[in-house]
């Protein structure tokens, strides 16, 4: 079974501040990791993907995460928000062969505070 | 422009009145889903396609049935929708092969009194 946990519902920063969005997945088989945005009233949007090439990956809108296997972790990260991030954030998986579905988390709804 | 449209993108009915939300695509992708999106719980699937005349039940399909007898629709029906389908769906596709790069629709915000 593969699932992602999702650390904090709701995340606050600064503008200008650094996002960072927290994302562990538990997964059997070598996963492949993503993370969608999704702004309001609209439907999700991909944002990055790792798909066991490079372990830093990098995004549209300056976003970038990081596979680490020993913490079975993929956090979101930008350097610098900007009120244009304030959305909700979903970290998925799936295997890597066989996929029919993707698995998501609960999502984090970042605010950025001017 | 590459999309997927839904239709309706909002509606409020009552117990037990059939309803279909229509989903279209126009980038010929093989692969189509119907997710849910509830507070708290993230996007769980409905039901999903991985081509014309093939459907088969994703984690949540009770009350729903779906249909794909063409490549770019794949309409979601309730045939007797209860308030416990009150949700915000989301149809999506992708191309076979490209896994859980997705491509959403804009969502139907669906009320069951």
Not at chain 1, 6 to 24: I, K
Not at chain 1, 36 to 61: D, E, F, H, R
């Given at each position: ?33 993503f ?39 993929f ?40 | ?71 770019r629709?794949f ?12 949700s ?26």
């Open positions: 079974a593969q699932s992602v946990t999702q650390l904090g519902s709701h995340v606050s920063v600064s503008e200008g501040a650094l996002v960072l969005l927290r994302c562990n997945y538990s997964s059997s088989v070598p996963p492949y990791l993370w969608y945005v999704q702004y309001p009233n609209q439907g999700l949007q991909l944002l990055l993907k790792y798909t066991s090439a490079a372990t830093l990956v990098k995004g549209i809108n300056g976003f970038e995460a990081e596979f680490k296997k020993s913490e079975t972790s956090h979101l990260t930008k350097p610098s928000a900007h009120m244009s991030d304030a959305a909700e954030y979903f970290c998925a998986v799936s295997p890597q062969t066989g996929a029919n579905n993707l698995f998501f988390g609960t999502g984090t709804r970042l605010t950025v505070i001017p | 422009e590459a999309q997927v449209t839904q239709n309706p993108r909002y509606l409020i009915t009552v117990t037990g009145k059939k309803l279909t939300v229509t989903c279209s695509q126009n980038m010929n992708h093989e692969y189509m889903s119907w997710y849910r999106q509830d507070p708290g719980l993230g996007l769980r699937q409905i039901y999903y396609s991985m081509n014309v005349e093939v459907t088969d039940k994703g984690d949540v399909p009770e009350g729903y049935k779906v249909s794909r007898k063409e490549k629709n309409p979601l029906i309730l045939e007797s929708p209860s308030p416990n389908q009150t915000l769906y989301f149809c999506a596709s992708r191309m076979t092969g490209m896994v859980g790069e997705l491509f959403f629709g804009e969502g139907s915000r669906l009320t069951v009194l």
